[in-house]
């Protein structure tokens, strides 16, 4: 079967993924902490390390990326800095596909996670059986993924993006006349087919933190903050983006903070942004978006909780017992490796056909 017109019923189906509670994290005196850290900065130089987080992680976590020459980032800019290391290990906070993306990218080092059952839903959404299967059947399409996949996943797909590049690639795609199979995120999917005018078949995932902004509510409260910019990151519903002055990747989002002249802004996405936000720009006053409203159900209220299965002392613990090291099937890696690279060289030479003009 190799049709262009695919309707629901041609998706496999998902099973329904486990949400964990969000991550109680032992509270820790100002010593503990202190100590902590010492032994973590210790540990780092010792062993060439670097410490690499998402914006989504906890803030002691970023500050101690940044204090040690780490890097805080979104998930296009983690890929990126692994390979620019010369350290032998990198320890990754953030949830499993960005660990394995930094393993596939760069299989000569040590690649470390506090926590290697930090997951994310959209990943959970998207087995690779199914997925490789649904491919098949559909060989006139290609396949573009999410970086938020697995490795098997990637290894089946001709692109991967993150939502910082995903625009330029699609359109690229789009221009091209390719017809696209989109995985795992229907949001963004939804908001690329959108806004590049791509031909895309978009599968059924969704990212529960960003699903849980509602609407109404956010239109409610722009009304009481009329001078306020909406920020949204584009995993979150159609409805949501519809209210936003600016839908971008985290990096986006904190650089809107930093650019626009408004005083307020009201943020939708994970609550773990607000510390770089607050860095870049001390002066403005950050409003989180309600993800109550009408029908919403709050699992998540705006905090991931697989980011935040990162902390002090899981870090701590791997980097002493070199416990939770990512590995990856090498023949896994040699194709998964393809679609990611082409995603980075297409972001290196987009960013100097701009720095030209
Ligand atoms: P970014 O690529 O924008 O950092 O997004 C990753 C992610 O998981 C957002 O939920
Ligand atoms: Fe996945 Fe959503 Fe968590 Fe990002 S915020 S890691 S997309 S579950």
Redesign the pocket.
Known sequence: MSSSIIGPEDFPKIKSIAIPPHPENPLLSSAQKEKLTQDIEGMLVNQNAVLVA???THADLQELAERTGGCV????E?ARFGTRQKADTLVVAG?RFMGETAKILNPEKRVLMPDLSAT?S?DEACPAEGFIEFCDQHPDHTVVVY??TSARVKARADWVV???IAVPIIEHLAARGEKIIWAPDKHLGNYLRQSTGAEMVLWPGS?I??EEFKSVALARMAKLHPDAAILV?P?SPESVIAEADVV?????LINAVRSLPNKRFIVA??KGIFYKMQQAAPDKILIEAPTVGEGATCQACAE?PWMGMNNLQNLAEVLKTGNNEIFIDPAIREKAVIPIKRMLDFAEKLKNARNKD
Do not use: K, P, R
């Open positions: 998402h914006y989504y980032a979104d998930s296009l983690m949830v994310c959209l970086a938020n993150t939502s910082g990212c933190v960003h990151h995993e971008g990747s985290t990096t986006a996405t994970d991931c």
